[in-house]
């Protein structure tokens, strides 16, 4: 299953030196909502990223995800 977890990330506007929060969207491939967060948090753990937060997750209407085929 495809689950669609948006994740918040803050950071610091260069033009105006201010915080600022920029929501984005993964594809997380789990069994579960609990297991598609969970993945989210170790990956970007490993990257060392620190300043996000998982806002929601919930399931995807893609079903599959077509690879291109190795030559």
Avoid: Q, W
Avoid at 58 to 70: E, H, Q, T
Wanted: proline share 4%.
């Amino acid at each position: 299953m495809f689950f669609e977890v948006k994740v918040e990330f803050r950071t610091i506007d260069p033009n105006k030196d201010k915080p600022k929060k920029e929501t984005v969207k993964y594809l997380v491939e789990a069994e579960s909502v609990t297991e598609s967060e969970a993945r989210v948090y170790e990956h970007f753990e490993a990257l060392h990223i620190g300043d996000f937060e998982v806002k929601s997750s919930g399931n995807s209407k893609i079903i599959d995800v077509i690879y291109p085929l190795k030559k």
